[in-house]
T-cell receptor, first 111, second 112 residues
Framework: DQQVKQNSPSLSVQEGRISILNCDYT??????FLWYKKYPAEGPTFLIS?????DKNEDGRFTVFLNKSAKHLSLHIVPSQPGDSAVYFC??????????FGTGTSLTVIP | EAEVAQSPRYKITEKSQAVAFWCDPI?????LYWYRQILGQGPELLVQ????????DSQLPKDRFSAERLKGVDSTLKIQPAELGDSAMYLC??????????FGPGTRLTVL
């Protein structure tokens, strides 16, 4: 039973444009959300997080939006760069409990 | 820069053999996690340690998998006997605070 879903397995974006990666979750009790970035042959690296008391968190080119009523979060990358090409995982948890990961979205930024 | 170390990076074994993976977390990180990531899927938690104690192993197939963290520092994950369906990436992560986990590079297991 997939509690966190990333319905787009892949996304291609032109360099300089916005990349929007989406994530849906089923458990309304989740209160903490993260995005990880993964390059081939490496482990996931933490990118950005948001707690359920916020609806937006920004860090440089990366912004995460949380819509609790829709149980949806998204990651915006502006402007997209070729080095952003990677697989992006969202993860959700109820504080103190395990994280549930989505299946990932492979982003390709075209120069 | 502190990193989570894992070895080996790649392991090929035949079914019914035993395999073991090692993880050394970032120094000072009390919480250690083992995840399994099947191709095309996200990481799934196998076991979570707080210091030397298991706090969650509900998704660990205990008939063939075992994990230990005897001194509360490094950890070993063992599979015996390995099955074809165990082929996956095994990721170790550690954390100081609950809300951010640092992952190692993983061990890619292929069972033939």
């Amino acid at each position: 039973d997939q509690q966190v879903k990333q319905n787009s397995p892949s996304l291609s974006v032109q360099e300089g444009r916005i990349s929007i990666l989406n994530c849906d979750y089923t458990n309304s009790m989740f209160d903490y959300f993260l995005w990880y970035k993964k390059y081939p042959a490496e482990g996931p690296t933490f990118l950005i997080s948001i707690s359920s008391i916020k609806d937006k968190n920004e860090d440089g080119r990366f912004t995460v939006f949380l819509n609790k009523s829709a149980k949806h979060l998204s990651l915006h990358i502006v402007p997209s760069q070729p080095g952003d090409s990677a697989v992006y995982f969202c993860a959700a948890s109820l504080t103190g409990n395990q994280f549930y990961f989505g299946t990932g979205t492979s982003l390709t930024v075209i120069p | 820069e502190a990193e989570v170390a894992q070895s080996p990076r790649y392991k090929i074994t035949e079914k019914s053999q035993a395999v073991a993976f090692w993880c050394d977390p970032i120094s000072g990180h009390a919480t250690l996690y083992w995840y399994r990531q099947i191709l095309g899927q996200g990481p799934e938690l196998l076991v979570q340690f707080q210091d030397e104690s298991v706090v969650d192993d509900s998704q660990l197939p205990k008939d063939r998998f075992s994990a230990e963290r005897l001194k509360g520092v490094d950890s070993t994950l063992k599979i015996q006997p390995a099955e074809l369906g165990d082929s996956a990436m095994y990721l170790c992560a550690s954390s100081l605070s609950y809300n951010e986990q640092f992952f190692g590079p993983g061990t890619r297991l292929t069972v033939l």
